[in-house]
C-alpha cells in the first residue's frame, strides 16, 4: 500500500524558513518523480514544484521560485522541500504527491497523495 | 485567477447526474495535454478520479466518466450519492506557463 507521510509544517514569521519532509513507502521511491501541491485556506489546488526519481530534473511554479528548493533523498524515501523568505501568501497545506512517471520528459498526473501539513506564515 | 475554470458550485438530488467542466485554452487543454481529475474530501488526501482525459483508476466506480474536447474537458458523475460530496479539481499542463495546472476547484453538494 502507497503511503506518503509529511511532516515539518508549522508558524513561522515572514522572511523565515522551513522544512517540510515527505516520507513514502510502498513503492519503490526512486523509480517515480514526486511532487508539492498546496492548497491556501479557503483557496484550491495550487501547483508547487517537482522532480525526476533521480534528481536530474526539477521545475517550479513563478509563485515560489528563487525561494523554495525541492530536493530528495532515495536512500532514506524521502522528499523535502526547502521554503525560505517566507510570504504570507505562502500559508496553505501542503501536499505531497507521487507521480506516475520517473524522468519528467512528458508531464503526466499524480496517483497518490499525502494528508498534507499545514504551514502558516504570520507574524 | 486559475488558468483552468470550472464553476464553483453544482449541486444535485441522489440518483441524479451531474456534470463538471473544465476550460482551458490553446497552451494547454487545447494543446493536446491530458486532463485529470481529483476528488477532494476535507481533512483527506485528494484522490486521483481519472486519469488522461478518460480512464479511471481500479476501484473508480463506472458512475465517473470523463471526456475531452477542444478546449475543455468534463467529468460526469451518474447516480449521484451522499458520499460524492466533495470538491473536484481538474488538471494539466500549460506550455506557456511550463507548470502543472489546477482547476479552481467545484464543490459538489448532494441534496
Known amino acids: 500500500e502507497v503511503q506518503l507521510l509529511e511532516s515539518g509544517g508549522g508558524l513561522i514569521q515572514p522572511g523565515g524558513s522551513l522544512r517540510l519532509s515527505c516520507t513514502a513507502s510502498?513503492?519503490?521511491?526512486?523509480?517515480?518523480?514526486m511532487a508539492w501541491v498546496r492548497q491556501a485556506p479557503g483557496k484550491g489546488l495550487e501547483w508547487v514544484s517537482i522532480?525526476?526519481?533521480?534528481?536530474?530534473?526539477?521545475f517550479y511554479a513563478d509563485s515560489v521560485k528563487g525561494r523554495f528548493t525541492i530536493s530528495r533523498d532515495n536512500s532514506k524515501n524521502t522528499l523535502l522541500l526547502q521554503m525560505d523568505s517566507l510570504r504570507v501568501e505562502d500559508t496553505a497545506v501542503y501536499y505531497c504527491?507521487?507521480?506516475?512517471?520517473?524522468?519528467?520528459?512528458?508531464?503526466?498526473?499524480?496517483?497518490?497523495w499525502g494528508l498534507g501539513t499545514l504551514v502558516t506564515v504570520s507574524s | 485567477q486559475s488558468v483552468l475554470t470550472q464553476p464553483p458550485s453544482v449541486s444535485g438530488a441522489p440518483g441524479q447526474r451531474v456534470t463538471i467542466s473544465c476550460t482551458g485554452s490553446?497552451?494547454?487543454?487545447?494543446?493536446?495535454?491530458?486532463v485529470h481529475w481529483y476528488q477532494h474530501l476535507p481533512g483527506a488526501a485528494p484522490k486521483l478520479l481519472i486519469y488522461?482525459?478518460?480512464n479511471r483508476p481500479s476501484g473508480v466506480p463506472d458512475r465517473f466518466s470523463g471526456s475531452k474536447s477542444g478546449t475543455s474537458a468534463s467529468l460526469a458523475i451518474t447516480g449521484l450519492q451522499a458520499e460524492d460530496e466533495a470538491d473536484y479539481y481538474c488538471?494539466?499542463?500549460?506550455?506557456?506557463?511550463?507548470?502543472?495546472?489546477f482547476g479552481g476547484g467545484t464543490k459538489l453538494t448532494v441534496l
Open positions: 504527491a507521487k507521480d506516475v512517471q520517473q524522468w519528467l520528459i512528458d508531464p503526466y498526473y499524480f496517483d497518490y
Open positions: 510502498g513503492f519503490i521511491f526512486s523509480n517515480f518523480a
Open positions: 522532480i525526476s526519481g533521480n534528481s536530474n530534473r526539477a
Open positions: 490553446d497552451s494547454n487543454i487545447g494543446a493536446g495535454y491530458n
Open positions: 488522461d482525459n478518460k
Open positions: 488538471q494539466s499542463y500549460d506550455s506557456s506557463l511550463r507548470a502543472w495546472v
